[in-house]
């Protein structure tokens, strides 16, 4: 049964993509749906060469398709094997089993800190931080614990990121010392009667560190889920006023405020719970002192994964908070501490400019794409990607795209076509705002490029997929 499916499948795909040969780029466009959407669309081959275009050198909004020129300068930068080394120093001497004395948590902004490289064991670092310091003989700690954060600067937010954005685990603070993606993650459970309130959970460990004003009501089964929640500014106070279904199950990540109190919390309380008393005493230091804190005992350290696998996972999953926590890493590491989001910002531009991109028409407020005011062309973002062929981390690059049909922010696209398992790439969306580049290969077996943007449609992406779908389906069948 399966296989005759797929065999129906693919001979649709195939009539489709004959019947779209017949047709051209602008009478695709001419009749998709949203009228009102501002349509950009370049195509080139491997040498660059421009095979088709439409409005290719006007301006765009690129969203998420920014992260190809920031993850790229990271790898080029840093390169694919560089990894985090976070340390936990001593300042004071162990008694029988008691550190007398504080420990220094040296933040140097690894932002893998939870569970997405640990096959989602959100407690991974810190049950490693644990054993090392009971292996070192120590159950309780007298003094502070203090959290070292001179690495970046002090602005937690890129310019441009929206107020509204701020509340959601795609809007985190950026800091040198992150937990869990900085957010809190909140599991919403109706299975109780109608007019009742949802019962809730969340991590870590329901900590008071956050306050939720549970406001919210379970209405009748048949009804749909809807979504209510507020962030009070400045505050890890969260309104929830949701109406949902009986038996619905809703899972949310927050934004918390505050980012190195909220890893300082959370490691105390893991501490705790597992065998070693604390004072309950924090401390955050922005001092840049290295060679201070480098004369203590390293009494517990994590080294995180290779940022080839770091890149991997933003590009896929688009993560906002990897990109610019990377973004300022490259800073810090080329232009010297503390490692800001205008420095990052240069250092992506100097690597264009490098790769003999026209850096005029990039303009970048932040790394990831989710700022207002970032622009660009599609025609510059695929001539990128044909000069990225040739670099020297390219493969890495390549193999962090997601793959249509398979996984990251494309999995549940193009399955079904001659495009599954065939186009990798990155998306990208923002409010009126779709993008899709990258790469794939032709009925005839020829790699192709694209940059495909919709920008100032009303309504669903849903149709805009479909077109840049159709566009690519019409490539496919044609070279």
Do not use: C
């Not at 081959?45 to 301006?59: Q, V």
């Not at 120093?89 to 902004?109: C, E, K, M, P, R």
């Not at 690519?472 to 070279?479: D, I, P, R, T, V």
């Amino acid at each position: 049964m399966l296989q005759t499916i797929r065999t129906v499948l693919l001979i649709l795909f195939v009539s489709v993509a004959n019947a779209l040969s017949a047709q051209d780029l602008l009478s695709i466009i001419d009749s998709a749906p949203n009228k009102e959407a501002f349509w950009s669309v370049s195509i080139r081959d491997t040498d660059g060469n421009i095979i088709e275009e439409y409005n290719s050198d006007k301006l765009i909004i690129p969203a998420s398709n920014q992260k190809l020129f920031t993850t790229a300068a990271i790898l080029d930068g840093l390169k694919s094997e560089y990894r985090y080394h976070t340390k936990i120093f001593g300042l004071g001497n162990l008694v029988d089993s008691t550190w007398n004395g504080d420990l220094i948590i040296l933040g140097v902004g690894d932002p893998s800190i939870s569970g997405f490289m640990y096959e989602e064991d959100r407690d991974f670092v810190f049950r490693s931080f644990t054993d090392q310091l009971k292996s070192k003989g120590i159950n309780k700690i007298s003094g502070q614990l203090i959290a070292s954060v001179s690495y970046f600067d002090f602005r937690m937010y890129p310019k441009g990121w929206d107020w509204e954005d701020l509340s959601f685990y795609y809007g985190v603070e950026i800091a040198p010392l992150s937990f869990n993606n900085n957010a809190v993650d909140l599991v919403v459970d109706a299975s109780v009667s109608q007019n009742e309130k949802p019962e809730l959970s969340w991590y870590p460990g329901n900590t008071s560190f956050v306050e939720f004003i549970n406001e919210q009501n379970v209405v009748a089964p048949n009804r749909e889920y809807d979504e209510d929640y507020l962030k009070f500014p400045g505050e890890n106070v969260f309104y929830l006023g949701s109406d949902l279904p009986e038996g619905y199950l809703e899972e949310e990540s927050f934004a918390i405020t505050g980012a190195a109190d909220y890893f300082l919390t959370a490691l105390d309380m893991y501490l705790n719970d597992h065998g070693i008393e604390t004072s309950l005493a924090f401390k955050v230091d922005n001092t840049h002192n290295p060679d201070y804190w480098e004369t203590y005992p390293v009494l517990a350290s994590h080294t995180s994964e290779p940022i080839s696998k770091l890149v991997e996972w933003t590009n896929k999953e688009s993560d906002n908070f990897y990109t610019e926590m990377m973004l300022k890493t490259l800073s810090a590491e080329k232009q010297g501490i503390p490692g800001t989001f205008e420095n990052g910002i240069k250092e992506v531009r100097n690597f264009l400019g490098r790769m003999e991109i026209d850096t005029m028409y990039v303009i970048m407020k932040d790394g990831s794409g989710m700022a207002s005011g970032n622009f660009t062309k599609t025609s510059i973002l695929s001539e990128f990607l044909v000069k990225m062929q040739h670099h020297s981390g390219f493969d890495t690059f390549y193999n962090s795209m997601s793959i249509a049909g398979i996984d990251g922010t494309i999995a549940h696209r193009m399955k079904g076509t001659q495009l599954y398992n065939n186009f990798k790439g990155k998306s990208g969306f923002v409010g009126g705002v779709r993008t899709l580049s990258g790469y794939f290969t032709t009925a005839s077996g020829e790699r192709l490029i694209v940059s495909l943007a919709a920008n100032n449609f009303i309504g669903k992406v849903r149709p805009i997929d479909a077109v840049h779908e159709q566009i690519l389906a019409y490539l496919y069948a044609k070279y």
